[in-house]
């Protein structure tokens, strides 16, 4: 007669509560970082709480015009940086000279670098003649509490939103 061993659980993913519960939803992650660092100054088991951006965005700002002269400027230049890494590696196992071999990987590196540059630009045919930065954004931060602590982290928060509430004589 043999015996069933109980299921392997599987450590869980550290960006994963198991019931999670909504304490708020906030426009800024700053606000929700207040609300988090409000909880753990009073002792709240902060290490039960998730933040989760939702409503992503991407926003991408243009920063210049990207023209010939820029593109293989910027070629030579990263190919230049590449053969001096390369010309040095290169240099600590060999007898030649240091300075003829790692002159000579610059210039190499830089004709390559120029030319790799000049055949990705022009494959693009115009369509691109930007650069530009891009990042995803959050429009909106809900903090997540494990459901066994929902209830204690609900009555911090309410007594900071009470705190930082503009008092008003007469109500």
Known sequence: MSQQQPPTRFPQSPLTLEFPMSLGVYEKYADAQRAVDHLSDHEFPVENCLVVGTDLRQVERVTGRLTWGKVLLGGAASGLWLGLFVGL??????????LAVVASTMVFGALFGLAWAAAGYAATRGRRDFTS????????????????????????LSRQDAAHRPHQPGL
């Not at 290169?90 to 030649?96: D, I, K, P």
């Open 89 to 98: 590696v290169v240099s600590l196992f060999g007898s030649e000279s240091t």
């Open 133 to 156: 930065v891009t990042q995803v954004v959050a429009t909106r931060y809900e903090l997540l509490v494990e459901h066994k602590h929902a209830e204690l982290g609900r009555e911090l």
